[in-house]
């Protein structure tokens, strides 16, 4: 029995290891099919795309489709190919210019009439503003050389006078100016009389004695100069024929305290106060807006200490926008609103920015203005204090730039201006019918707007209600 058994096992294994290698080719031949198949499908979208690119999407039928029809009156050619004549383009809409309404229908359709007019019209540019100081008499004050405050004199808020000691700093450079001064006067002294006795007695001495001494005369004169000018630089005044004509004490006496008022000088003693002194001057009149100093604090010429300004004219600064920038001129007209404030200020452009601003995109403008000075008040201690003026820096408010006036323009109300197609239209009535008007507009105010061609005078127009016109002329132009 074994010898019958065992070949059917052996039969059995191998049908069984058939099967599974026909699965497994089964397998993949499904798998491989799939994958055939997703690759004819994009191989053929691939085809579509192309051939539609190609023919722009007609797949050759374009040449197909006959692009006329013959007439009926025409006889067929006997030839395979056939002539047809070309099929005119779509018509384009029809334009109906004029449009008839009964009495009836204009008054239920609320429609109101208005006249073409002549009146004053005014084209102006609105833009938004602000004060500022006129940067032509404002003055950041420093000290000339380095030193120590040793006294102020004027407050913020005051107002000053041109000339007026704003605050004084000891600084050693300016005693050793003054030293040098009176060293070279001196000199200047020594050498004058050396040289003058040289030539009373030119015979007893060599021509080149007397050269010399004209030499060293001429070079202390150039020093006293120099020692002159050092001292005007420091803002000092002094001139060399003054130097000259003073002897060396009343010299001394004066140089003191060169620069300094005398109502400042009166309470100052000679013997105990510093040569050393140098007076801060205000350039102009005008109104303290600013300090930056302490007495006993060390300044330095590269520091700003005083700030003046003269508030007697300002400036204002408009922000036009860049699509109205070619129409400003200089001299144009100016009337700006501050905020918070009653009344107008009148002023001309007198100057236009040549660059538009990175960050706002718009175009400076400014004018200069008198600034109006309000009611002259007094403190509680009854001393008079600064006048007060009805503009301040850094104020914003509202402005308009008259660009353009005519007394006498052709106008029609707001109402009866419509936008039809690429232009401005009117509709103009006759007594039996309306007619569609083609105009030119020019500015457009509160309620009336410029007609600067289309129109004539007196004729009658529809206002209030005339969209309805419109409509119904669409209407009809849409009808077959």
Known sequence: MTNHTLPTNVNNQSSAQDQRTAARQIGWLRSWGGRLRYLAIVVLLLGVLKTGHTTHWTFGLASAIPTSVPSPSQPSSSSSSVKVAEVSPAEAPKEVSNLELSKSSIEKAGIRFGRVERRPIRQTIPAHGVVSYNKNSLARLTSRVPGTVWRVEKQV????????????????????????????????????????????????????????????????????????????????????????????????????????????????????????????????????????????????????????????????????????????????????????????????????????????????????????VLPITTSTTGTPVSEQRLLRAQAFGMGEILVREEDWALTVPNDAVHWERGHHVVYAYDGERFSQIKIVSGVRERHWTEIRSGLKDDMVVATEGSHVIKAELQIVASQP
Not at 180 to 189: E, R, T, Y
Not at 210 to 234: P, T
């Open 157 to 372: 808020g005051q107002a000053v006078r041109k000339s007026d000691v704003l605050a004084i700093v000891e600084a050693r450079d300016v005693g050793q100016a003054k030293a040098n001064l009176l060293q070279a006067v001196v000199k200047h002294g020594q050498t004058l009389r050396l040289r003058d006795r040289l030539k009373s007695v030119s015979e007893a001495v060599s021509d080149r004695a007397r050269s010399d001494a004209e030499a060293e005369f001429r070079q202390a004169k150039i020093e006293l100069m120099n020692s002159v000018q050092e001292l005007v630089n420091l803002g000092l005044p002094i001139a060399l024929r003054e130097v000259l004509d003073l002897d060396d004490e009343t010299l001394a006496k004066k140089l003191h305290f060169l620069g300094l008022p005398p109502e400042v000088v009166a309470g100052l003693d000679l013997h105990t106060t510093t040569t050393n002194l140098l007076p801060i001057c205000a350039p102009f009149d005008g109104i303290v807006i600013g300090r930056e100093m302490t007495v006993g604090e060390v300044v330095a010429p590269s520091e700003s200490h005083f700030e003046i300004a003269d508030t007697r004219r300002m400036w204002i600064v408009l922000e036009v926008r860049k699509e109205d920038a070619n129409l400003v001129r200089i001299g144009q007209r100016i009337q700006f609103t501050p905020d918070g404030m009653a009344g107008e200020i009148s002023a001309n452009v007198d100057w236009i920015s040549t660059e538009v601003d990175s960050e706002t995109r718009t175009l400076q403008v400014r004018a200069e203005v008198d600034n109006p």
